[in-house]
C-alpha cells in the first residue's frame, strides 16, 4: 500500500478488504519505527492502544457501520488531551502527565472510528516557529534534515511529509499550522476561531488558539473537519454555526464545485512589499495564472495595519500565555521540584526547572505588559490595534472573496540559524498572524519548491468560510502536482 495514500484511497482499500485497519495501522507503526529516529516527529507512540482501536474499527467495518474515517490511523500535536496517554505539550513541566480525560477533538475523532498512533512532536507549549523549543529534541524536515519543520505543529507537518501517519491534528495561534505545513510540503488549515472545540486543548493564548488538521491534499483536510468541527457547550468561546458547507463537501464528488459566482482574490500589497525573495515571487506569479486559467480575478487590496501585527501579536499571545501559564505551580499536577523549603521556593523551583527559556521569556514579557504600571500602554494599546487589524479585514472581504499571500517569507531555515536570536524568529510570523489577530479561517497548500525545500500558498477567506478556502485549495490542487511531490527518504520502505 502506498503510504502517501489519500484519504478517499485509504476508505476504499478498507471498505473492500483489500486491507485491514490492523495492517494499516501496522504499516505506519512500521515506518515510524524505523524512520522516526531521523525525523523525531513522535514524542510518544500508543502502539498497543492503536491496535486495540484499529481492531475495533474493523469489526465495525465487518458489522457495515463504518464511518468515512473508520478504521484510518493518525496522530494527534501532543497538546491535545488524550485519556491514558502521556501529554506533554514538549514541556519538562509535563513530561510525566497521563491526561486524565479526552479533549474534544480526540473525542470526535475517536468517535469517528480513527486509530490513534501517539502524539507528535512540537515547540514547548506551542511557543515557537522551528521546533527547536521542544524538551524533547528539534523534529527535522523530512526534505532536508539539516533544516527545520516549522512549528510549532513541526511534528504534525514533519511527520505527514514522511508519510508515518496519512493525517495530524495541529494547533494554530500566530501561524502553528500553517507555517509548518509549508515548510514541509504539506497542507494545513486553521479554522476560524471558535470552529473546533479547545476543550481539552493545552491552553497557550486563549483569544487564538485554534485546531485544525495537516493532511496532504484539501480532500483530506475537508473529511477531517467535518469530523472535528461544530459546536461544544464545554468551550465558552466555541461558535454555534452550521457545519453544513464543510460537510457538503465530503459527501460526494460533486462536493468541491464552485457555484457559478465569479472568484475575486485580492493580493494584500502591504505582504507583497515585505517580499525579498525574488524566487518566492515568481512561483507566486505561477499560482496567479494558475488560478487565472480557471476564471479567477485578482484585484490589489491593501490591509493598512499589517506592519503592525507581529508587535500587536507577541504582546497579547505573551500576556495571555503569564496568566494561563499560572496554573503549573507545582501543587496541582506538572513538575514539582525536589524537597522544597516552603512554598514559595516550591513555586519558584518547580516553574523554574518546568519551563523551557522561550516560555519563560514569554512568562515574562507577559506579566509586564500586564503589570499595574504598563498595562495602558501595551495590552490595552494592542486591544486597540488588534481591532484596526480586523478591520482592515472586514473592508477587503467587502470588496473581494479571498486573500492569497506567501505563506512564509522564504522556504525553511537550518536548525540553529535563528535560535539565537528570538526577535528575528518572531518574525517568521509575518504572513501568518494577522489572520489570527482576525480569528479568520486561513489555509497553507503546497505551491513549488525552493532549493529542494517546499514553498506554502496562504488563502485567507471571512469567518466561516472554510469551504470556500477548501474548494479553492482544491481547484488548485487539481491543476498541480506540488502537493503530491514527496521527500525522498523513506519512499522505498
Ligand atoms: N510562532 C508563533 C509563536 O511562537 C506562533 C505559534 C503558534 O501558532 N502556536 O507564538
Redesign the pocket.
Given at each position: 500500500m502506498n503510504p502517501y495514500a489519500s484519504l478517499q484511497m485509504l476508505r476504499n482499500e478498507l471498505d473492500s478488504r483489500a486491507l485491514s485497519s490492523v495492517e494499516l495501522t501496522q504499516m505506519y507503526l512500521t515506518r515510524i519505527n524505523k524512520l522516526d529516529a531521523e525525523f523525531n516527529c513522535f514524542i510518544t507512540l500508543a502502539e498497543e492502544k492503536a491496535m486495540f482501536q484499529a481492531e475495533q474499527a474493523d469489526a465495525q467495518i465487518a458489522a457495515g457501520q463504518g464511518g468515512a474515517l473508520t478504521g484510518i490511523p493518525m496522530a494527534h500535536k501532543d497538546i491535545f488531551l488524550t485519556q491514558g496517554i502521556r501529554t506533554s505539550c514538549a514541556s519538562r513541566m509535563l513530561d510525566k502527565f497521563i491526561a486524565p480525560y479526552d479533549s474534544t477533538v480526540a473525542k470526535k475523532l475517536n468517535h469517528a472510528g480513527m486509530v490513534c498512533l501517539g502524539k507528535t512532536n512540537m515547540?514547548e507549549f506551542?511557543?515557537?516557529?522551528s521546533n527547536e523549543n521542544s524538551y524533547y529534541g528539534s523534529t527535522k524536515n523530512p526534505w532536508n534534515t539539516e533544516h527545520v519543520p516549522g512549528?510549532?505543529s513541526g511534528g504534525s507537518a514533519a511527520a505527514v511529509a514522511a508519510a508515518l501517519v496519512p493525517v495530524t491534528t495541529g494547533?494554530?495561534?500566530?501561524?502553528?499550522?500553517r507555517?509548518p505545513a509549508a515548510f514541509c510540503g504539506v497542507s494545513g488549515i486553521k479554522p476560524t476561531y471558535g470552529r473546533v472545540s479547545r476543550y481539552g486543548m493545552i491552553a497557550?493564548a486563549s483569544s487564538l488558539?485554534q485546531g485544525g488538521v495537516l493532511a496532504h491534499s484539501t480532500a483530506d483536510m475537508a473529511l477531517m473537519l467535518s469530523a472535528m468541527g461544530g459546536f461544544d457547550a464545554q468551550d465558552s468561546t466555541s461558535a454555534d454555526q452550521s457545519m453544513e458547507d464543510i460537510l457538503a463537501l465530503t459527501r460526494d464528488s460533486e462536493g468541491f464545485a464552485l457555484s457559478g459566482k465569479k472568484i475575486t482574490i485580492g493580493l494584500p500589497k502591504e505582504y507583497l512589499q515585505n517580499l525579498t525573495n525574488a524566487e518566492l515571487e515568481a512561483v507566486y506569479q505561477n499560482v496567479q495564472s494558475v488560478f487565472s486559467g480557471q476564471g479567477i480575478e485578482f484585484r490589489d487590496v491593501s490591509l493598512p495595519h499589517t506592519h503592525v501585527a507581529v508587535p500587536t501579536?507577541?504582546v497579547l499571545?505573551s500576556a495571555e500565555a503569564s496568566t494561563n501559564l499560572s496554573r503549573y505551580d507545582g501543587v496541582r499536577y506538572g513538575h514539582r521540584c525536589e524537597s522544597p523549603k516552603n512554598l514559595e521556593d516550591l513555586y519558584v523551583r518547580s516553574r523554574s526547572e518546568g519551563f523551557g527559556e522561550e516560555v519563560k521569556r514569554r512568562i515574562l514579557t507577559g506579566t509586564y505588559t500586564l503589570s499595574v504600571g504598563y498595562y495602558d500602554a501595551y495590552y490595552v494599546q494592542a486591544q486597540k490595534v488588534r481591532r484596526l487589524i480586523a478591520n482592515d479585514f472586514t473592508k477587503v472581504f467587502s470588496e473581494v472573496d479571498l486573500l492569497m499571500t506567501p505563506t512564509t517569507p522564504s522556504p525553511a531555515f537550518k536548525i540553529g540559524q535563528l535560535s539565537k536570536d528570538p526577535v528575528e524568529m518572531?518574525h517568521?510570523?509575518v504572513f501568518t498572524i494577522p489572520a489570527?489577530l482576525a480569528g479568520l479561517p486561513s489555509m497553507s497548500i503546497p505551491c513549488g519548491m525552493q532549493e529542494g525545500l517546499p514553498l506554502g500558498l496562504q488563502l485567507i477567506a471571512p469567518h466561516f468560510k472554510e469551504a470556500l478556502l477548501l474548494k479553492i485549495g482544491n481547484l488548485f490542487q487539481q491543476h498541480t502536482d506540488w502537493h503530491t511531490q514527496y521527500p525522498e527518504t523513506g519512499q522505498n520502505l
Open positions: 515547540d506551542a511557543m515557537g516557529s512549528g510549532s494547533t494554530d495561534t500566530g501561524g502553528s499550522i507555517q497557550f488558539d501579536y507577541y499571545a518572531y517568521q510570523d489570527s
